[in-house]
């Protein structure tokens, strides 16, 4: 009778034994897998780093308009934001300019709208063409304030590509309004504020 009752309890103590390697095999799986997912995860976040850039906008051309310009790149687009104030109530253009040389009274040393692919100068997306600086109008409220927003896929924060490039270019904020169609840069008017794109 006690061999017999050995047996069951040896095979039980075998078992329990099999049950606790498998637990210890599964949890040092389940320890590889997150560690796994951890390294995956750091090296998308790597992949797809934000790159964050500010300026400072300073007044041209006698204006008092003043203001900071954000570019922000997730690797797939970027994001401009311009907050400004200091301007005339109404409708402004705001482009990209060739250099990013701010150092005359009136702001031409930034030269002509930053146009790589020598295209007409137009509305963004028109079919006609356009150039990669031509951002387009925005609306000062009355008290002169005003935020501009823009994002694309054509620009990039110091990439190989110099068609996309916004590095080495500046941001104009015109007095006038972009008519879209006057060559070769939308008859916008004096340049009342400037900043170099910069990195």
Not at 9 to 33: D, F, N, R, W, Y
Not at 157 to 165: A, P, S
């Amino acid at each position: 009778m006690k061999k017999l009752a050995i047996l069951p309890l040896a095979t039980l103590l075998i078992a329990l034994g099999s049950c606790k390697e498998a637990k210890k095999e599964t949890k040092e799986g389940m320890q590889e897998v997150e560690e796994s997912m951890d390294k995956v995860v750091e090296e998308v976040t790597n992949e797809i780093e934000v790159e964050k850039i500010t300026f400072t906008l300073e007044p041209k051309s006698d204006s008092n308009v003043n203001g900071e310009a954000t570019f922000e790149s997730n690797g797939e687009k970027v994001m401009m934001i311009a907050k400004l104030s200091g301007l005339t109530p109404g409708e402004h253009a705001i482009h990209l300019h060739e250099k990013a040389d701010c150092s005359s009274a009136d702001g031409k040393s930034t030269g002509g709208h930053w146009n790589p692919t020598f295209k007409p100068h137009g509305k963004w997306g028109a079919e006609e063409g356009y150039h990669k600086g031509d951002i387009g109008n925005f609306t000062a409220d009355e008290e002169g304030n005003a935020t501009v927003e823009f994002a694309t896929d054509e620009w990039c924060i110091g990439c190989e590509d110099e068609t996309k490039n916004i590095l080495g270019k500046a941001v104009i904020v015109h007095q006038g309004v972009d008519d879209y169609t006057s060559q070769p840069s939308g008859a916008a008017g004096a340049r009342v504020a400037c900043t170099g794109i910069i990195q």
